[in-house]
């Protein structure tokens, strides 16, 4: 079954303690992204990828990293985790047929940062 | 930011009857595309509308495009109880390859 995949699908962590959340799709598609969505703001970006190595910021990229070392993975890092973290995360991916993209997403990592 | 703006924020219709949303936006787009979300689900993919298009349809859901004034509608007739979901619009703008997220809105389907 074409998916993305995210884990875990809930977290709490404490502040300052790094964590990861994996993204892996199994459709070949070379744009990869991550958003957050909060209570009345929506989805915001916070990183995109074209394809293999190249990643760009999107508008909330404070806070995070990622990579994209293989085309099917695009992890987001939080290095030093705080509260304002804490919110619903979507990894999405997307073929670029004849430029256009059409966004499958995952099923959310619900994040908590005391 | 780029983010376009959803209108009403939260709408509330009987079953059968219609539900429009409205989206405007601030750039020149290559296209624009509405997305759905159970709650707390991931978005799925509804329908997309390209920059030189004024109106496109698939099942009972219509779109349409109005690029002067930077504004699209999505229209569901006859409604249904399954229905109910946020609807968010997102645009790509032109020379760009990624997408804009509006703020969403919430439609409850009474049966």
């Known amino acids: 079954e074409a998916q993305v995949t995210q884990n875990p699908r809930y977290l709490i962590t404490v502040t300052g303690k790094k964590l990861t959340v994996t993204c892996s799709q199994n459709m070949n598609h070379e744009y990869m992204s991550w958003y957050r969505q909060d209570p009345g703001l929506g989805l915001r970006q916070i990183y995109y990828?074209?394809?293999?190595?190249?990643?760009d910021k999107g508008d909330v990229p404070e806070g995070y990293k990622v990579s994209r070392k293989e085309k099917r993975n695009f992890p987001l890092i939080l290095e030093s985790p705080s509260p304002n973290q804490t919110s619903l995360y979507f990894c999405a991916s997307s073929p670029r047929d004849r430029g256009l993209v059409v966004l499958t997403f995952g099923a959310g990592s619900r994040l908590t940062v005391l | 930011s780029q983010q376009g703006e959803e209108d009403p924020q939260a709408l509330s219709i009987q079953e059968g009857e219609n539900a429009t949303m409205n989206c405007s936006y601030k750039?020149?787009?290559?296209?624009l595309q509405w997305y759905r979300q159970n709650s707390g689900r991931g978005l799925v993919h509804l329908i997309l509308i390209r920059s030189n298009e004024r109106e496109k349809h698939s099942g009972r859901l219509r779109v349409t495009l109005d690029t002067s004034k930077k504004s699209s509608s999505l229209l569901i007739t006859a409604s249904r109880a399954a229905d109910t979901a946020s609807y968010f619009c997102?645009?790509?703008?032109?020379?760009?390859?990624?997408?804009?997220f509006g703020t969403g809105t919430r439609l409850t389907v009474i049966p």
């Open positions: 997102a645009t790509v703008n032109s020379g760009a390859n990624n997408l804009f």
């Open positions: 750039t020149s787009i290559n296209n």
């Open positions: 990828s074209m394809n293999v190595e190249v990643t």
